[in-house]
């Protein structure tokens, strides 16, 4: 009809029931549109086109767009225009800003309340975390570590001119009998008692704590004279060996006491508990139930340490120590990812020396310092042999603060060829203590060498977060003690959980000394721990 259309066409089809005769001639159903100003309009709308139109055989306008519409054939049928829209004047953006800038306001008070809100979730746990690691479980006193923190204030307190203290080391007689015949669960009600009685005998001011399953120590400023610290010692000593009735069993125990005194020419915090446990095996060996108070004459192992100092020296010059290598493990415990250095002393006439012994003769003697360099050396030398390994070696606190500690293990792997990737420098928490900066510095250069560097028996030091966010540690060590009990004890399953928490969302890797069973390995994979 001379005029654009869109035309739709569909064959009628065949059916079952047609015979194919009048199939063959199945009529068609046909569509036809006309391109007309209605369509146009409809077009133009959906398409947000201005005055489209159809042309005839005039040009379209200047400025103008044109499209052509051809047929199969190629032939011209119809011909359309419209004006293209053109950039227009800069409209108001006010109200946009306005709308934006209260956006941004509202953002920035979530944030900040986010970031408020996480704050005193971290500063929680990690009053929750060092609650943890300071008190004991079963009694809720402070455990060893509190103790010794007080320990070392009291002594500080003493040599500026304070009144002297004692230090109290008291072991319970028979404890063991009572675990092994009538049940831990009876043993560890016993604990509570115990617990309460010193605490009803001591005087508001005095610490209690407990140090491990049948010790516990008492700070006392009770130091006058011997009388009243045997006096104080006696009362100790009855208000414990009085019977306890315990789920209907009467129990009966004995208890023996240590004293050490903390007067202005007392050592360490480490000295007094020596000297408190000292005097505690006396008081075993000279029949229990009883007191002793520190005397020189308790210090013979002193000297017997004194004759292994040289002997400790010159196995250290001709190379007689040796490296024991414990493997350190995957999370599935079916792959060696590395190992860690353990250093152990055969004495050519006392046989074994065990490594608490003759590592502490080192550092008294000033001989760690060697003893460490020997280490590291020969561990660099003994893992060339194994190229896949990363290998861990402890670290002193007295060698980490040395002035040239980072001179010395650069020039040790230089010198044996080491690849300082694959070395891995274990620290523990009280190499940091009082010594931030000077180990942030040292730290931040090993890294550089490509040294990797990790926090050994986290948990059992002061465990500051603080530590974790400024020294860069590349890994986390769970102390075997919390791995010892996660089977045993909630409160070491929650501190490990704990860790491993703190770990992964630091990025830092966490490994879990000690583990001895599968149970135990079980657990840390569910954790979420590293390595083993």
């Known amino acids: 009809?001379?005029?654009?259309?869109?035309?739709?066409?569909?064959?009628?089809?065949?059916?079952?029931?047609?015979?194919?005769?009048?199939?063959?001639v199945a009529p068609i159903l046909m569509s036809v549109k006309f391109v007309n100003g209605r369509m146009l309009s409809r077009i133009a709308t959906q398409l947000h086109l201005t005055n489209?139109?159809?042309?005839?055989?005039?040009?379209?306008?200047?400025?103008?767009?044109?499209?052509?519409?051809?047929?199969?054939?190629?032939?011209?049928?119809?011909?359309?225009?419209?004006?293209?829209?053109?950039p227009g004047a800069v409209q108001n953006v006010v109200p946009f800003i306005a709308v934006a800038s209260i956006g941004f306001a509202l953002l920035a008070a979530f944030v900040l309340r986010y970031m408020r809100r996480t704050a005193a979730a971290i500063a929680a746990g990690e009053s929750r975390l060092r609650h943890l690691a300071m008190h004991d479980p079963l009694c809720a006193l402070p455990n060893r570590i509190y103790f010794g923190e007080r320990l070392e204030a009291v002594i500080e307190e003493v040599r500026v001119g304070t009144a002297t203290a004692a230090v109290f080391y008291i072991d319970l007689d028979h404890f063991k009998d009572?675990?092994?015949?009538?049940?831990?669960?009876v043993g560890d009600e016993l604990i509570r008692n115990v617990t309460l009685r010193l605490s009803h005998t001591l005087r508001g001011g005095d610490l209690v704590a407990r140090l491990s399953g049948d010790e516990f120590e008492v700070i006392?400023?009770?130091?006058?004279?011997?009388?009243?610290?045997?006096?104080?010692?006696?009362?100790?000593?009855?208000?414990?060996?009085?019977?306890?009735?315990i789920n209907g069993q009467n129990i009966i125990i004995g208890a023996s006491l240590g004293i050490a005194i903390v007067d202005n020419k007392c050592g360490t915090a480490t000295d007094i508990m020596r000297y408190a446990d000292m005097a505690l095996y006396r008081a075993k060996n000279e029949g229990r139930n009883r007191a002793c108070i520190y005397d020189a004459a308790?210090?013979?192992?002193?000297?017997?340490?004194?004759?292994?100092?040289?002997?400790?020296r010159e196995a250290i010059e001709n190379d007689r120590l040796r490296l024991l290598y414990q493997p350190v493990v995957n999370k599935s415990g079916e792959v060696v990812v590395g190992v860690e250095a353990l250093c152990r002393w055969t004495h050519p006439t006392r046989g074994e020396i065990p490594p608490s012994e003759f590592i502490a003769i080192a550092e008294?003697?000033?001989?760690?310092?060697?003893?460490?360099?020997?280490?590291?050396?020969?561990?660099?030398?003994?893992?060339?042999?194994?190229?896949?390994?990363?290998?861990?070696?402890?670290?002193?606190?007295?060698?980490?603060?040395?002035?040239?500690?980072?001179?010395?293990?650069?020039?040790?792997?230089?010198?044996?060829?080491?690849n300082p990737a694959r070395l891995e420098l274990e620290l523990t928490e009280s190499v940091l203590l009082g010594n931030v900066d000077t180990a942030e510095a040292a730290m931040v250069r090993l890294k550089a060498l490509g040294v990797r560097v990790a926090l050994d028996d986290f948990g059992t030091g002061y465990s500051s977060l603080l530590y974790l966010r400024r020294f860069p540690f590349d890994k986390l060590k769970i102390d075997r003690s919390f791995v010892r009990s996660i089977e045993k004890?909630?409160?070491?399953?929650?501190?490990?959980h704990a860790i491993v928490s703190l770990g992964r969302g630091l990025g830092t890797q966490v490994t879990a000394e000690g583990v001895e069973t599968a149970d135990q390995q079980l657990f840390l994979r569910a954790a979420g721990a590293h390595s083993m």
Request: hydrophobic residues 45%.
């Open 178 to 185: 009572v675990n092994d015949t009538l049940g831990h669960h």
């Open 52 to 86: 489209l139109r159809k042309l005839d055989q005039e040009s379209p306008p200047v400025g103008d767009l044109a499209l052509d519409v051809n047929d199969p054939d190629g032939n011209v049928i119809g011909r359309f225009a419209w004006t293209p829209k053109r």
């Open 1 to 24: 009809m001379d005029r654009p259309s869109v035309i739709a066409a569909v064959a009628v089809g065949p059916s079952d029931s047609v015979p194919a005769s009048i199939a063959g």
């Open 364 to 418: 008294h003697s000033g001989l760690i310092i060697d003893l460490g360099n020997w280490v590291l050396r020969r561990a660099c030398m003994d893992g060339k042999a194994w190229p896949d390994l990363t290998i861990a070696v402890n670290v002193s606190s007295l060698q980490f603060r040395r002035i040239d500690f980072v001179e010395v293990v650069e020039k040790i792997l230089n010198e044996t060829r080491f």
């Open 220 to 245: 006392s400023s009770i130091a006058g004279d011997s009388e009243q610290m045997m006096g104080l010692a006696q009362r100790i000593i009855a208000a414990i060996c009085a019977p306890y009735i």
């Open 489 to 496: 004890a909630a409160d070491a399953a929650a501190i490990v």
């Open 298 to 312: 308790m210090d013979a192992d002193l000297s017997s340490r004194k004759l292994l100092e040289p002997d400790l």
